[in-house]
């Protein structure tokens, strides 16, 4: 029973993704999945346009034009598929947060409007510079936070607690995502004093031994305290982390979020999902095994699964939250990892 609970589409993420909606779908049903979440980027304002959009020609309101089509499609399809039996498909998007008021604005009545079944809850900008496009723009955006990585990630964190606190979505995306262009994508945050003293003092050199993971994480304790604060506030609404693998595939070591994340949110019972981040074909289902597999390393025994339910069953699971037309069905990892799935799709 594998699924998806993130994915793109060429039709609706032109220059970003490739292939029609329907051919990742049909991925999806080849590779036996149950539920595969469409999640189109919300449109955004031309001021945030990326750089091939501005290529394109393209216009607000025709980034606005396709995401109509977008649920409109989808909506069809979502009711094809259900009558047929091949697959479960849920309609939202992924969100972007990029300037506070204007994206919760932009973000409610997107919401309100099409009536998604769910949203993704991401941050792409800090400082309103997309930080996982290229390294130039994480310079950029590096620079403006105080010029080392550890301000920018403690500006990432808090701008994800913002989109938080005023959004509640029920999936939050790609978690840590901040690592990706960084100078160290593997960095590992947790803040470990004892283990760092040790390693310091265990040394006998005259000169300070080279950088350490565990001499990061003495560096950092301030993003490290931001990371739990995040966390603590996903676990009290009862939002679910994507054990994202396209990290995977982009040549990290780890899924997204990376294992002091996913070891700090299982302490407080905070759920995952799994989620491929596909945009395209070739990527439908790309690092599941690996990703479960890390998984599994972390202690963590379910995996949530998001099922379609009607709107009149349906409303916020605390004051403030989208009234998400779903729910959440926990699958046992171990009875994942024994679907044929997993033994013919890997990295």
Not at 59 to 67: C, D, P, Q, T, V
Not at 142 to 160: C, H, N, S, V, W
Not at 247 to 270: D, F, H, N, S, T
């Amino acid at each position: 029973m594998p699924f998806s609970t993130h994915s793109h589409s060429g039709e609706f993420c032109e220059g970003h993704a490739k292939n029609s909606l329907r051919e990742i779908i049909d991925r999806a049903v080849e590779l036996q999945m149950s539920t595969l979440a469409l999640t189109e980027h919300m449109p955004r304002d031309a001021v945030d346009f990326y750089p091939e959009e501005i290529e394109m020609g393209q216009r607000e309101e025709s980034l606005y034009k396709i995401f109509d089509d977008y649920v409109s499609k989808a909506r069809k399809l979502q009711a094809e598929y259900r009558a047929n039996g091949k697959i479960e498909l849920l309609v939202g998007m992924e969100i972007d947060w990029i300037r506070p008021e204007a994206s919760f604005a932009s973000i409610t009545s997107l919401l309100e409007k099409y009536e998604l079944d769910m949203f993704v809850g991401s941050v792409h900008h800090v400082h309103t510079i997309p930080i996982d496009y290229d390294r130039a723009m994480y310079e950029r955006a590096r620079q403006i936070a105080g010029g080392t990585d550890e301000r920018l990630f403690e500006d990432y964190y808090d701008a994800q607690y913002e989109m938080l606190r005023r959004l509640k979505p029920p999936v939050v995306g790609h978690f840590d995502l901040i690592r990706l262009k960084s100078d160290d994508p593997d960095v590992d945050l947790e803040e470990d004093n004892d283990a760092s003293s040790l390693s310091l003092s265990s040394s006998s050199s005259p000169s300070p031994p080279a950088a350490t993971s565990i001499d990061r994480r003495q560096r950092w304790p301030g993003v490290w305290r931001q990371v739990c604060r995040n966390i603590e506030f996903i676990a009290s609404y009862g939002g679910v982390l994507e054990i994202n693998s396209a990290a995977l595939r982009k040549g990290m070591r780890e899924p997204y979020p990376g294992a002091a994340v996913c070891k700090e949110a299982l302490a407080r019972k905070v759920g995952f999902t799994l989620s491929d981040d596909s945009h395209g074909v070739e990527q439908v289902g790309f690092g599941f095994r690996e990703a479960l597999a890390f998984a599994e390393v972390q202690g963590i025994q379910e995996i949530v699964r998001f099922v379609r339910v009607s709107a009149a069953e349906t409303e916020p699971r605390v004051e403030g939250a989208y009234a998400a037309k779903v729910e959440q069905i926990k699958v046992p990892l171990r009875t994942m990892q024994t679907h044929p799935f997993f033994f013919d799709v890997g990295r």
